[in-house]
Nanobody, 121 residues
């Protein structure tokens, strides 16, 4: 069994900061790419940022320069530092990880349960 548990969401004023964390636990063989997605009410879930196991990162244009994704491979944890938050960043944020279980030869994607981020104007 593999679980992803997110934390760090909340309510913040525009211009403020939040740091999200997502810890993977359970029967993990190899932890590959990790990423953050967000879904606003009535909209589809979109990618925000991703990071490879080697540390290469990618961001959607709307957050580049404001958000920073990082990971601690020893803790199987990915972070999203969000600065200069805007009301349009309001959404439920989900983390995703590609994980190979020890008894498997293939990777599959796992999702966290989501954490609410609300930015007031």
């Amino acid at each position: 069994q593999v679980q992803l548990v997110e934390s760090g969401g909340g309510l913040v004023q525009a211009g403020g900061s939040l740091r999200l964390s997502c810890a993977a636990s359970g029967n993990i063989g190899t932890l590959n790419d990790m990423g953050w997605y967000r879904q606003a009410p009535g909209k589809q879930r979109d990618s925000v940022a991703s990071i490879t196991s080697g540390g290469s990162t990618n961001y959607v244009d709307s957050v580049r320069g404001r958000f920073t994704i990082s990971r601690d491979n020893a803790k199987n944890t990915v972070y999203l530092q969000m600065n200069s938050l805007k009301p349009e960043d309001t959404a439920v944020y989900y983390c995703k990880a590609r994980i190979r279980r020890p008894t498997s030869v293939t990777f599959r994607e796992y999702w966290g349960q989501g954490t609410q981020v609300t930015v007031s104007s």
